[in-house]
């Protein structure tokens, strides 16, 4: 027991062996201060001096009954963070009148055992100690605590030596993760050593990683020559020697091919043992061997034992590999959300049960899954069977987990361009209303000179993997300089498209169209406009050679893009014609922040009067798509009004140089092209625009806006167009 209640504790005893007589005043038992005892044989006993005294209870009997000795102790509160009891004051007991007061004796016991005397009273002793919970519990400051807010700070220089010649390269990777980072300030002369200590170890590690293992580095900080109060520290490395491979050994089991591991280790003896070379080595080996057949494959814990005393400082290196069995591929298995059954799975493998395992075909199948943006999360994973194929190979199923994830989506874009004014667009769709995979989707355009409703119904990897179907309908109104027209269309279609994860060097679309159109039409015969109604039926199709490496924003590569479209004008009578388009488009890279981009296009439409058509099934040139600078569709034949009417061939050309700074760009243009009344594309009449466009880059695409203005203008050309949109131009 501590504090006050320790003291309780003793005074207690103290006044119940009083009470019971077992304390006797101390003239009775000791001998008088200074007088002797009596000694030898003749001395009284311990018994002959207790002679007068009451008989002592029995050895084995309590000297304190426990109900006594209980009722005597104070009581404690159950508190702990209470204020300690006061110290109870010792009363002096008035002796009685037939003995004399002996309070200057020390007190004993009945065996003789001396009690601690009883010193005066202390009035801080019968004072309560403070609460716990008034106590101050703040760390004490220390003196790296302290610091006057008005002390200078110092600075100070640093300097390395001895890592020019242990690696290219290791001196800009020491001054990247540095403490003293070439220099600076600090609050005084220890904090410059201890960020000097910190590159000491990290000077260490650096040659190490290089394969320096008997590395050593020290510091040390200097007084500036010539400027007082400025501090220099100098960190000396002492690479030693660079240890070397001198032996290679890989223990797996049996592969096919044999020593298939050990192909797939790029090192040899006499490399030095550095640890990005080493680990990406083992690195190709967790990578290759999934890609060969061996989907377990586990590289183990490698061991280089260092020669320390030999005079050529080698390691012998030593690597466990775990390659597990062979494996072909199995059956699919699902578990979770049924997004898709397994009969809809088996879609999108590109490989056949019993064909070798390739990891990339794994990634390939999940990341066609991820595609279909209606998992929330989905994952792929290889698991053992144990059956194994009569080409000795383990079969191995894989188990796609499926999250279900949102099907429905709102989207948009707008944009506005000289010529063709603001223009909104709305989607909403559903891409598993009518699973698997058949999605709904409704549009609204909404614009100064185009309004329009259309609905469609698309089936994705309609039987095939990436194969797409699609029936759509819809009625639209455009007002424009070259004509004006009410049009309903229907239309279906067969594609194997791009995806914005997979995408494809080649893919292709092939349909049907049925169109009726109400159109405004210049009638040169009569010299007036007139209104036309035509009946259309096209059977479009494209093929795409893709070799960019961006859908959305490519820097290299290059696209080339056929377009075919045999189609009849019923307007009095039937007139087969054939419509046919090709474009090109090239990037290439200048350096990390430019590229240049280029492209060319021709069309023409073969079998028809340009009178005879209808007045939206002919080529125009102009607007932001087409050659910038002029207004929408205002390159090519006018009629007498100034207005377009449109041509039977075209060409265009433009050339960009695209430079980007993080998220921003700066976009200088030339475009150039025409329109023209006959068949065939030429020269001779060509129109040139220029401009300058800036791009803000974001995670779904360039944002991109475009000035631009024509070279050779014709009467009534603007002198500025602007056209802002979400994408590159091309």
């Given at each position: 027991m501590t504090g006050s209640t320790g003291r309780h504790y003793w005074l207690a005893i103290a006044l119940a062996a009083s009470a019971n007589g077992l304390i006797q005043p101390a003239a009775a038992q000791l001998a008088q201060p200074g007088s002797a005892p009596a000694k030898g044989p003749d001395a009284p006993r311990a018994a002959d001096r207790q002679s007068s005294t009451p008989a002592s209870p029995a050895t084995d009997a309590p000297i304190v009954p426990d109900?006594?000795?209980?009722?005597?102790?104070?009581?404690?509160?159950?508190?702990?963070?209470?204020?300690?009891?006061?110290?109870?004051?010792?009363?002096?007991?008035?002796?009685?009148?037939?003995?004399?007061?002996?309070?200057?004796?020390?007190?004993?016991?009945?065996?003789?055992?001396?009690?601690?005397?009883?010193?005066?009273?202390?009035?801080?002793?019968?004072?309560?100690?403070?609460?716990?919970?008034?106590?101050?519990?703040?760390?004490?400051?220390?003196?790296?605590?302290?610091?006057?807010?008005?002390?200078?700070?110092?600075?100070?220089?640093?300097?390395?030596?001895?890592?020019?010649?242990?690696?290219?390269?290791?001196?800009?990777?020491?001054?990247?993760?540095?403490?003293?980072?070439?220099?600076?300030?600090?609050?005084?002369?220890?904090?410059?050593?201890?960020?000097?200590?910190?590159?000491?170890?990290?000077?260490?590690?650096?040659?190490?990683?290089?394969?320096?293992?008997?590395?050593?580095?020290?510091?040390?900080?200097?007084?500036?020559?010539?400027?007082?109060?400025?501090?220099?520290?100098?960190?000396?490395?002492?690479?030693?020697?660079?240890?070397?491979?001198?032996?290679?050994?890989?223990?797996?089991?049996?592969?096919?091919?044999?020593?298939?591991?050990?192909?797939?280790?790029?090192?040899?003896?006499?490399?030095?043992?550095?640890?990005?070379?080493?680990?990406?080595?083992?690195?190709?080996?967790?990578?290759?061997?999934?890609?060969?057949?061996?989907?377990?494959?586990?590289?183990?814990?490698?061991?280089?034992?260092?020669d320390d005393e030999s005079p050529t400082a080698t390691g012998a290196y030593t690597l466990p590999v775990d390659v597990g069995p062979r494996a072909s591929f199995g059956q699919l298995r699902t578990e979770g959300d049924t997004v898709f059954n397994i009969e809809h799975l088996n879609v999108f493998p590109r490989f056949e049960p019993g064909e070798l395992y390739d990891n990339r075909l794994t990634d390939d199948l999940r990341n066609a899954l991820v595609a279909t943006s209606l998992f929330q999360s989905v994952s792929v994973v290889p698991q053992r069977t144990g059956q194994i194929n009569a080409d000795g190979t383990e079969q191995v199923d894989l188990l796609v987990r499926q999250t279900k994830g949102p099907a429905r989506t709102l989207g948009g874009n707008v944009g506005f361009s000289t010529g063709q004014g603001f223009r909104a667009e709305g989607t909403w769709q559903h891409r598993n209303l009518f699973p698997y995979e058949g999605a709904l989707i409704a549009s609204v355009i909404a614009g100064t000179q185009e309004q329009g409703v259309a609905g469609t119904f698309r089936r994705a990897n309609a039987g095939r993997r990436d194969r797409t179907f699609s029936l759509t309908a819809g009625a639209n109104h455009s007002n424009y300089d070259a004509y004006e027209a009410f049009t309903t269309s229907v239309g279906v279609r067969w594609s194997y498209d791009l995806t914005p994860i997979w995408q494809k060097p080649l893919t292709y679309y092939y349909g049907g169209e049925l169109v009726g159109t109400n159109e405004s039409v210049y009638d040169f015969a009569r010299g007036e406009n007139v209104r036309r109604t035509y009946g259309i039926v096209a059977l479009p199709g494209q093929v795409l050679f893709d070799r960019s490496d961006s859908l959305l924003n490519p820097s290299k590569g290059y696209r080339l893009r056929v377009n075919l479209s045999p189609e009849t004008s019923v307007q009095g009578a039937v007139r087969p014609y054939v419509r046919a388009m090709v474009e090109g488009t090239f990037y290439y890279p200048v350096s990390s922040s430019i590229v240049i981009a280029g492209r060319a296009k021709a069309g023409t439409i073969q079998g028809v009067a340009r009178d005879d058509l209808a007045p939206s099934r002919r080529y125009y040139g102009g607007g932001g798509g087409s050659v910038r600078g002029y207004g929408y569709q205002r390159l090519g034949p006018f009629d007498p009004n100034g207005d377009p009417v449109g041509g039977r061939s075209l060409?265009?050309?433009?050339?960009?140089?695209?430079?980007?700074?993080?998220?921003?760009?700066?976009?200088?243009?030339?475009?150039?092209?025409?329109?023209?009344?006959?068949?065939?594309?030429?020269?001779?009449?060509?129109?040139?625009?220029?401009g300058i466009g800036g791009r803000f880059y974001t995670s779904f695409g360039p944002m991109r806006v475009d000035i631009a203005t024509p070279l050779n203008p014709r009467e009534g050309d603007g002198k500025v167009a602007l056209y802002i949109s979400i994408g590159q131009a091309f």
């Open positions: 109900a006594e000795f209980n009722s005597a102790l104070p009581p404690l509160s159950g508190d702990i963070n209470a204020a300690l009891e006061p110290m109870i004051a010792d009363t002096p007991q008035t002796a009685p009148a037939t003995q004399p007061a002996t309070s200057s004796a020390p007190a004993v016991t009945a065996s003789g055992d001396v009690l601690p005397p009883i010193g005066p009273n202390d009035p801080q002793l019968v004072e309560p100690l403070p609460a716990l919970a008034s106590y101050d519990t703040a760390p004490l400051a220390t003196g790296a605590d302290v610091r006057d807010k008005n002390a200078p700070e110092i600075r100070y220089d640093a300097e390395i030596k001895g890592l020019a010649d242990a690696g290219d390269g290791l001196e800009a990777r020491y001054k990247a993760l540095s403490a003293l980072k070439g220099g600076g300030k600090a609050a005084n002369a220890t904090q410059v050593s201890a960020r000097a200590k910190e590159d000491e170890a990290l000077v260490v590690r650096l040659l190490k990683s290089l394969g320096y293992y008997d590395a050593t580095a020290i510091s040390t900080i200097e007084t500036a020559a010539g400027t007082p109060g400025r501090l220099k520290a100098i960190v000396s490395a002492q690479p030693g020697r660079l240890y070397t491979l001198s032996s290679i050994v890989v223990q797996a089991a049996q592969t096919t091919p044999p020593d298939l591991v050990r192909q797939q280790l790029p090192l040899k003896v006499g490399d030095a043992i550095q640890a990005d070379r080493i680990q990406g080595a083992e690195a190709n080996v967790s990578l290759t061997l999934p890609q060969m057949g061996y989907p377990f494959v586990k590289v183990g814990e490698r061991d280089i034992l260092l060409n265009e050309f433009a050339l960009e140089a695209r430079y980007r700074f993080g998220d921003f760009g700066i976009v200088p243009f030339v475009d150039a092209g025409n329109s023209y009344e006959s068949t065939t594309p030429n020269l001779s009449s060509l129109r040139y625009g220029a």
